[in-house]
């Protein structure tokens, strides 16, 4: 998905479990006019005892566009089932940075859920080998070897947030 055409990137604030549900809705009113994402992320957790993979969203409650949104496609939103309202600033629609978008779309690489990476960690530096993180060690904040999980910086409509991904530990070579 390219960021540098006129198509914006928007987010709707949504009933909570009803992201993939919206998303759907938005596809089947404005095919052609908006497209919808919700990203996900891919994590492993343990439960009973068995460690499972699961899917879950990256920002609950939150789906976002890209288009053009005019009075018409504002008022079709708003009319969606689920949706609680789009995000907006004195303007009118809020839009979301392009830096912003630019680490949620590299993160999720063409696929709206992001994987897992590979890294290590020697002389308190953090190196990921492989993945949707490489590149990206600066976002990490932390790192749990036990859980296999990081935690990750990233910013939505100007708020910060920590998301925690999904990673590998490897020895260092």
Not at 20 to 37: G, N, T
Not at 81 to 86: A, C, D, F, H, T
Not at 127 to 151: C, F, T
């Amino acid at each position: 998905m390219d960021t540098k055409d006129e198509r914006k990137w928007y987010a709707v604030f949504v009933t909570t479990g009803e992201e993939d549900k919206v998303k759907e809705r938005i596809h089947f009113r404005m095919y052609d006019e908006l497209k919808a994402l919700v990203p996900k992320r891919r994590m492993r957790e343990r439960k009973e005892g068995k460690w499972q993979e699961r899917i879950r969203p990256l920002f609950p409650g939150y789906v976002l566009l890209n288009g053009q949104i005019n009075n018409r496609t504002y008022n079709l939103i708003s009319d969606i089932p689920g949706v609680i309202r789009l995000l907006k600033d004195t303007n009118g629609p809020q839009e979301i940075h392009e830096n912003e978008i630019w680490v949620l779309l590299r993160l999720m690489a063409e696929n709206e859920v992001i994987g897992s990476s590979k890294l290590y960690v020697q002389d308190e530096k953090i190196k990921v080998i492989e993945g949707p993180l490489m590149g990206l060690e600066g976002y990490i904040k932390a790192v749990n070897k036990r859980k296999g999980r990081v935690k990750v910086f990233l910013s939505l409509m100007g708020e910060p947030r920590i998301v925690e991904l999904c990673i590998t530990m490897v020895q260092p070579a």
